[in-house]
């Protein structure tokens, strides 16, 4: 597993009251399984106490993974108010290379049936082992943070998430659901909202929280 990344950023002092922070990244993943023998998987028994050997049937395998992003966040001060507002793009490509049993997978029951080639199944994986997708993911937000008195103060805000899935290439005439689109989800409004109070002498501080994610 090789993964590398880059980060560039760029905090800018547009003025005594506007700050704006630029950031970008680029990573890269590469995952390589190594096939670890030659030949079918062959499986003696069962898979917890049982004999396998050969080319396991989860290799060959490979992922590579470029990701693309770019944040910039933007601060405004303004009498009791801090306001933050930006954006996140983020762009990820997988080209992921994998089709179990390539090479074959015997399952026998006993020695005895595998010394007279007697297997109880045989998978074989067959199709296209190498799929590329390619996701963007666009995230909004803005923020107030209110300074109500000296010991009090409010959070509100509100993060607009969109995750724009790449439509298949090839559908399966058996199956007419896979030639419509993937339907992308919209309505991700995630708002946020926060409080902290600091009564008497300001030796206890009461906070709250609440707040809608998405995963």
């Known amino acids: 597993i090789k993964n590398n990344s880059l980060v ?16 970008f990244q680029f990573a890269a993943g590469d995952e390589q399984a190594v096939p670890n023998g030659e030949g079918p998987q062959v499986r003696i028994g069962s898979s917890s106490s049982g004999i396998t050997f050969g080319r396991s049937e989860n290799f060959p395998a490979s992922l590579d993974e470029k990701r693309w992003q770019w944040i ?16 996140d793009i983020n762009r990820v490509s997988d080209d992921n290379v994998f089709l179990r049993a390539i090479n074959g997978a015997y399952q026998f029951d006993n020695l005895r049936n595998f010394a007279s080639s007697r297997y109880l199944s045989y998978t074989q994986g067959f199709g296209q082992p190498d799929v590329r997708a390619v996701n963007s993911y666009y995230n909004f937000f803005v923020q ?41 989800d919209k309505n991700n409004f995630a708002p946020r909202f926060g409080f902290a109070w600091a009564p008497g002498e300001q030796k206890t501080v009461v906070r709250g929280n609440y707040g809608i994610f998405y995963g």
């Open 8 to 23: 560039l950023q760029f905090s800018s002092v547009l003025s005594s009251q506007v700050l704006n922070e630029a950031r």
């Open 72 to 87: 910039d966040n933007l601060t405004v001060l303004k009498g009791r108010h801090e306001i933050k507002t930006g954006f």
């Open 144 to 184: 107030d943070n209110i300074r109500v008195t000296s010991g009090s103060s409010l959070n509100v805000g509100l993060r607009y998430e969109l995750q724009s899935l790449e439509k298949p290439s090839l559908t399966n005439p058996a199956f007419p659901q896979t030639r419509y689109p993937i339907a992308d």
